[in-house]
């Protein structure tokens, strides 16, 4: 099932503030990349006192643009939807300058004894895109961040007279993912749990598919009027979208399980198969998001590791006995 992905938005202005809404604003950094699509939109939400929410990545540019954008106005609170770094970092320096509280879920999880498998596969190596990758072509981890207030599921966190905010716990992309619902135009600010150019990377150990399944059914169940990503254009019509990206992942945990059964046993083997139309670039992240459906497969009964322990990035897999 395809997904109608919204206009792209490779036009839209850098470092300038603009009026989505009455009140919203949005402000792009410049820090395109194959995770960060166009750059990361910072939303300003409110007239005189305001909500910031996702400040987003260390950059010069950007962080001026928001200090422009908000002069003269009461910063009243600082929402983080999660702790990748081209979300988070730019909220120290926001704190710092307003005071304003900051809310998110909690600061990221670490995982002690955790070793990541390096799964660099020198075929796809590209001379011209290794010479230019940079750290924002990397999905890094903000590990500095930790919220003032921790908020909860179903949680009506700030309200200001012009709106109110309600934190919907929508864990899968990571495990502290926060969409934020605002009441003013049934609007949900979905951060990367959703976005509208491109899906989510769901990446082990903090990614978790199983979560990840049951936060889209939740934000389907809710049936919000329109849903504003951190990456991409708004999605106006969210139902059929949100039904297309569900799908898209039933049919892809589908296709894993088919492609074990015909012997293709390895993640970078079923990757190599499953996305051989997708720019190589993508493929590392698109292992990842299939480690984690196998992590779910395993759990589920539907597939075993070939050694009988952990699924691992580089493990080998069968369909479970019947």
């Given amino acids: 099932m395809a997904i109608p992905f ?9 470092a300038v503030a603009e009026q989505m809404t009455p009140l919203i604003q949005r402000v792009i950094a410049k820090n395109p990349s194959k995770f960060s699509y166009h750059g990361t939109g910072t939303y300003i939400l409110g007239t005189k006192d305001v909500v910031v929410i996702d400040p987003g990545p260390e950059l010069d540019s950007h962080r001026d643009a928001l200090h422009e954008a908000l002069a003269g106005r009461n910063v009243v609170g600082i929402v983080v939807t999660h702790c ?17 509280t900051r809310y998110a879920i909690g600061p990221h999880q670490v995982y002690e004894g955790f070793v990541e498998e390096d799964d660099h596969d020198p075929s796809e190596d590209d001379p011209e895109e290794k010479k230019n990758e940079s750290d924002e072509e990397r999905e890094t981890i903000d590990l500095a961040f930790a919220p003032d207030v921790a908020v909860t599921d179903g949680e009506i966190f700030l309200t200001t007279s012009e709106f109110s ?4 716990a929508t864990p899968g992309h990571t495990s502290n993912h926060l969409s934020v619902a605002m009441d003013i135009d049934r609007a949900l600010f979905t951060g990367d749990h959703v976005m509208g150019w491109s899906t989510t990377v769901v990446s082990p150990p903090d990614g978790d598919m199983r979560q990840y399944f049951a936060s889209m059914e939740k934000v389907i169940a809710r049936r919000d009027a329109i849903l504003w990503p951190t990456h991409g254009g708004p999605v106006t019509d969210p139902q059929p979208f949100l039904h297309a990206y569900l799908a898209h992942r039933v049919e892809r945990e589908k296709q894993i399980v088919e492609q074990i059964a015909l012997g293709n046993d390895t ?3 079923i990757v190599k198969v499953l996305y051989a139309s997708i720019d190589k670039r993508l493929h590392r992240p698109a292992r990842r998001s299939v480690w984690s459906h196998l992590r779910k497969l395993v759990d589920d009964g539907v597939v075993t590791t070939s050694d009988g322990g952990a699924p691992r990035l580089l493990g080998q897999y069968q369909l479970a006995p019947r």
Avoid at 6 to 14: C, L, Q
Avoid at 165 to 168: Q, S
């Fill in 6 to 14: 919204v206009p792209r938005i490779d036009d839209a202005p850098y």
């Fill in 84 to 100: 990748h770094s081209d979300h988070s970092p730019l909220t120290a320096w926001l704190h710092a300058e307003t005071n304003a």
């Fill in 267 to 269: 993640i970078p083997g």
């Fill in 165 to 168: 905010l309600t934190a919907v």
